[in-house]
Each structure stands twice: as C-alpha cells, then as structure tokens.
Nanobody, 127 residues
Framework: QVQLVESGGGLVQAGGSLRLSCAASGRTFTTYAMGWFRQAPGKEREFVAVISRNGGNTDYADSVKGRFTIVRDSAKNTVYLQMNSLKPEDTAVYSC????????????????????WGQGTQVTVSS
C-alpha cells in the first residue's frame, strides 16, 4: 500500500508557473506507475499527465501539452508536475494517483486504472 501527499498548489496569475509535488510513502515507489489528474467545479475528474514506472514514458492531455511536464524522482519517492504558462481554465483540484504495475514502461490514462489517490491540492489561475 502507498500513501500520497500533494503540495505546491496555490493562486497564480495567468501566464505564471507552479510546481506540484506528490510524495509517496513506503519503499516500493518504483513499482508504481503514477499520474496527475484534475477536477474543476462541476466537471468530472480528467487526466492531465501520466508517467511509467521507469520514468521513461509519459503522456499528456492535449490541453496541457507543451506547458506541463511530469517527472519522477525515485530517490525522493516523489513525482512532480511542472506547470508553465498557466491559464484560467487550468483552475482545478489536482490529485496524484498510483497504480502498481508489472510493466516498467507502461503508463495509464484512465482514472479507473489507479488504486491510490492523494487528497488533492487546489490550483487557481486568475485572469
């Protein structure tokens, strides 16, 4: 089992940047594929960015491609989401998720693929 704690959210002006962190407990971080998802008020949770166990494969929602970057640091048991050129439509609660996987180079985009979730961190982008 793994516990996930997000941090780094906040209020930022459009065009600004934030870096979200997701710290995972336990010593088996490298056995989990990871993902970032977001949920805006009145909307369903949606995929933002995902990364494979070995960090070598990533994927992004079309709406964030070229602006967001997901990376993982196995030494720190942490996955990051660097968000640049933020837009008001990026406003949401951002949550990280983990899924144990036997595959080192596979990522998962569907929320139903993930077993563990953090509590979320609020990101608000003002215009």
């Amino acid at each position: 089992q793994v516990q996930l704690v997000e941090s780094g959210g906040g209020l930022v002006q459009a065009g600004g940047s934030l870096r979200l962190s997701c710290a995972a407990s336990g010593r088996t971080f490298t056995t989990y594929a990871m993902g970032w998802f977001r949920q805006a008020p009145g909307k369903e949770r949606e995929f933002v960015a995902v990364i494979s166990r070995n960090g070598g494969n990533t994927d992004y929602a079309d709406s964030v491609k070229g602006r967001f970057t997901i990376v993982r640091d196995s030494a720190k048991n942490t996955v990051y989401l660097q968000m640049n050129s933020l837009k008001p439509e990026d406003t949401a609660v951002y949550s990280c998720a983990a899924r144990m996987s036997v595959y080192t180079d596979i990522y998962y985009q569907d929320t139903y693929d993930y077993d563990y979730w953090g509590q979320g961190t609020q990101v608000t982008v003002s215009s």
